[in-house]
C-alpha cells in the first residue's frame, strides 16, 4: 500500500516530545513531510534528525513560541516558504498550570488560556488561508477529556480545552465550502511528562473512572490524528474525538 499522506505537508506544534512527537512520527512514516515545531528548538531539531532517520521522511524543525501570535505566522509562513504549501496543522502544543480557582493568579489563567487557546486561533488562522486557497485541508487540535467534563483544579486548563472544542466546530461550518475539516481529538489520560508529576494517589483515582483500566499511551493519540489526517477521513469535520480509555462517554 503507498504511504497515505504521500506529498502531504503537515506542521505539528509541540513537536518535540510525548504525544507530539508521537503525532509527528506517525505522519511521516506515512509519507508527510513534518515540521516539528516547538519553543524548545534544540529539542525539536533532536527530534527532527531521529525520525527523519526512522521514516525516511523529510522533516524539518522549527522554533516557535505558540503564545506569541507574530510567532505562529512566522511558522506558518515559513513552512510554506520552504516546503511549497502547508496541508495538515496539529494544534498540540499546551501546558498546565493547576491550582484550584481560589488560588489561581491572573498570570496562571493568562498563560494556560495564552498557550493552549489563543495559539489555535493565531495557527489556524495563518494556515487556513493558505488551505482555503488550496481549498483543501486538515486542522486537528489536541483538546482533552478536561474540556469536556471538567477538573477540579483545572479551571484555565479546561476552559482552554473547551474552549478548542467550540472553535474547531465553529471554524468547520466556516471553512467546509472550502474543502477543509477543522476537528479536535480529546486524549484521556495519556502517559506523558504532563502526567508522570501526578502523585501515585492521583493516578489510582484516575484509573478507577477508567473502564480499560490503564493510562494511554502517546502513540493511541497520535493514530487517531493520523485517522483524522488521512484519506479515510474526508467526511469527518467539527467533530471531537475522545480517546480516553472510556474514562468520559458522550
Ligand atoms: N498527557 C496527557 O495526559 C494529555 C491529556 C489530554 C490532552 N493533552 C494535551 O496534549 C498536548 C500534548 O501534551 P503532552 O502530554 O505531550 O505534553 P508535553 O509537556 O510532554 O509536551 C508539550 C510540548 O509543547 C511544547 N510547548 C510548550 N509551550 C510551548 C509554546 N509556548 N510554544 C511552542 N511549544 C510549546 C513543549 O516544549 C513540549 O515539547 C497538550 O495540548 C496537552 O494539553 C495531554
Known amino acids: 500500500m503507498d504511504a497515505m499522506l504521500k506529498d502531504q505537508v ?11 512527537r508521537c503525532i509527528s512520527q506517525a505522519l511521516a512514516a506515512q509519507g508527510a513531510t513534518v515540521v516539528v515545531a516547538d519553543l524548545n528548538a534544540e529539542g525539536a531539531q533532536a527530534t527532527a534528525n531521529e525520525i527523519a532517520a526512522a521514516t525516511g521522511a523529510r522533516v524539518e524543525a ?27 496543522l496539529v494544534n498540540n502544543a ?5 491550582k484550584l480557582l481560589a488560588r489561581m493568579a491572573p498570570e496562571d489563567w493568562d498563560l494556560v488560556l495564552k498557550i493552549n487557546l489563543t495559539s489555535v486561533y493565531a495557527c489556524s488562522k ?5 488551505m482555503a486557497k488550496q481549498r483543501s485541508g486538515r486542522i486537528i487540535s489536541i483538546a482533552s477529556v478536561v474540556g469536556v467534563v471538567g477538573n477540579a483544579g ?6 482552554s480545552k473547551a474552549g478548542i472544542i467550540g ?7 466556516e471553512l467546509g465550502g472550502r474543502g477543509v475539516t477543522v ?15 501526578l502523585s ?3 493516578k489510582e483515582a484516575l484509573l478507577k473512572q477508567v473502564p480499560l483500566g490503564r493510562l494511554g499511551q502517546p502513540e493511541e493519540v497520535a493514530d487517531a490524528v493520523l485517522f483524522l489526517a488521512s484519506p479515510m477521513a474526508t467526511y469527518i469535520t467539527g467533530q471531537v474525538l475522545n480517546i480516553n480509555g472510556g474514562m468520559a462517554m458522550q
Do not use: H, W
Open 126 to 130: 495563518a494556515a487556513s488561508r493558505y
Open 10 to 20: 503537515a506542521v505539528v506544534t509541540g513537536g518535540a516530545r510525548g504525544i507530539g
Open 183 to 197: 476537528n479536535a481529538v480529546a486524549p484521556g489520560f495519556i502517559q506523558t511528562a504532563m502526567t508522570d508529576v
Open 94 to 98: 499546551g501546558i498546565t498550570r493547576d
Open 167 to 173: 472553535f474547531s466546530k465553529s471554524l468547520a461550518r
Open 62 to 88: 522549527m522554533g516557535c513560541d505558540v503564545s506569541n501570535v507574530e510567532s505562529c505566522n512566522k511558522l506558518i509562513d515559513d513552512t510554506v516558504a520552504k516546503l511549497g504549501k502547508i496541508d495538515i
Open 200 to 202: 501515585a494517589e492521583v
Open 154 to 159: 483545572q479551571c484555565n486548563y479546561s476552559a
